[in-house]
């Protein structure tokens, strides 16, 4: 089976992603044939800001440390790390060489503008090519920005479809049936359950940063009952990015 075959909408990839070789060795060892990266555990192990294009040589470094764990693995590359199709096509050559088995390409800007839709779409193409699953994530949910369906169209060429945010089962199933291609979302702690995406039609389901936030959650939990203090919430998403260093 490849990683493609994974996808089945109705029947969605479980994906957990890491953010250093003991976190995936660990999700490795607990059976999940396929594991993806997750660029905000990336960042904040290396001490950069998230989706500002500052982890190339890191990502890369992860991939190649977890590449002989025994399965799939799927690199988060944020935007592909440069505006120059050329550079995002060697970036994904050399991982292809490194038998990744995927890649997640976003469109999302750090200004909190989204990419040019022509321009995203040569990434994708120069994505492709390589052998990898190209997994196209639109960030209009994320920005609050941007026309979600017209991006789905627009990134028909990729291997997947990934729109981070979607809560609205009814509108994820729409999103869903609007494209051939397999939708991947985010799970959510206070969104739909596994079973209700697999109803609305998903065929792959991300945990993104949750791992890692949760992660860093248990650290902070162990250490208030040490202190006998009551655990605080699970970390969010804007309050790790606003520990890290800021995009220059």
Known sequence: MNFHDLHRPGDPLLLPNA???GSA?????EGFPAIGTTSLGVAAAYGRPDAAGATRAETIELAESIKDLGVMVTVDIEGG???DPAEVSDLVAGLA??????VNLEDGRPDGTLRPIGLHQRIIEAAKGHGVFVNARTDTYWLKTGDTRERVAAYGHADGIFVPGMSDPREIAEVAASTPLPLNVLYQPDGPTLAELAEAGVARVSTGSL???AALHGAVAALSAA?????PALPTYAEITALLPQPR
């Open 19 to 21: 953010w250093d070789y």
């Open 25 to 29: 060795a660990l999700l490795a060892r």
């Open 81 to 83: 790390f440069s505006d």
């Open 97 to 102: 060489a490194l038998g990744v088995a995927g």
């Open 211 to 213: 791992l890692y936030r």
């Open 227 to 231: 202190r006998g203090r009551q655990a």
